[in-house]
């Protein structure tokens, strides 16, 4: 079974700054959370990932809460290219298999 | 770096049949984990390699298997096909050290009638 629990659907109006929110609150102290995101019919593509500090790249902010029981990932000025699905994963390192909830469908709204 | 590969990318067969998809990762990175999406299950770790050898295995039936050859590239091979193995195989790629990002394939979508 999946460690983390994410709402469904989300919309955003394009320009906007989406945040996706990700409960994970039996996270072990060593795993980390990961972001993913998945364009129909294509393979999911990284985004970012953390331990248990804000993590920011090109495409994405990651903020994880003080007891790492949840996470939001921002996109800052969401675009219509950035309808997906997005996955919240945790992940000890490579010899954890990775499993993928259900994930959060967003639309972005033009 | 060419990201991680896969072939074919779609490939219609019939029930009974057997099937071969393949795996070419980047370059580099030695381990390849292969995962089965369907709509009402959705994304389902099936395997994973690294260096020639199995390392980690999800539930699926014996008639799911998948090697790895020396230069990190891996096949799966789904014997005596059914319906319901109708679905997108992704096929993704990470390196050696501990903590290794996975990079995912476009993956291979199989129909079988």
């Known amino acids: 079974d999946a460690k983390t629990t994410q709402p469904p659907s989300m919309d955003c109006a394009e320009g906007r700054a989406a945040n996706l929110p990700c409960n994970h609150s039996t996270i072990s102290g060593n795993e980390y959370v990961y972001w993913y995101r998945q364009i129909h019919s294509q393979g999911p593509q990284y985004i970012i990932h953390?331990?248990?500090n804000n993590e920011t790249n090109e495409m994405a902010s990651l903020i994880i809460t003080e007891d790492r029981k949840s996470s939001t990932l921002i996109l800052p000025h969401a675009t219509l290219r950035d309808t997906a699905v997005y996955y919240c994963?945790?992940?000890?390192?490579?010899?954890?298999?990775?499993?993928f909830g259900k994930g959060t469908r967003l639309h972005i709204l033009p | 770096k060419a990201g991680v590969t896969q072939t074919p990318r779609y490939l219609i067969k019939t029930r009974g049949q057997q099937v071969t998809l393949s795996c070419s990762p980047i370059s580099g990175h030695r381990s390849v984990s292969w995962y089965q999406q369907t709509p009402g299950q959705g994304l389902q770790f099936l395997f994973e390699y690294f260096s020639e050898t199995q390392r980690n295995k999800g539930n699926f039936p014996g008639r799911f298997s998948g090697r790895q050859f020396s230069n990190s590239r891996s096949e799966m091979n789904v014997s005596t096909l059914e319906l319901g193995d109708s679905a997108l195989y992704l096929c993704a790629s990470s390196g050696d050290s501990l903590q290794e990002t996975q990079y995912f394939g476009p993956g291979t979508r199989l129909l079988v009638l």
């Open positions: 953390g331990l248990k």
């Open positions: 994963i945790v992940r000890a390192n490579r010899d954890d298999k990775i499993i």
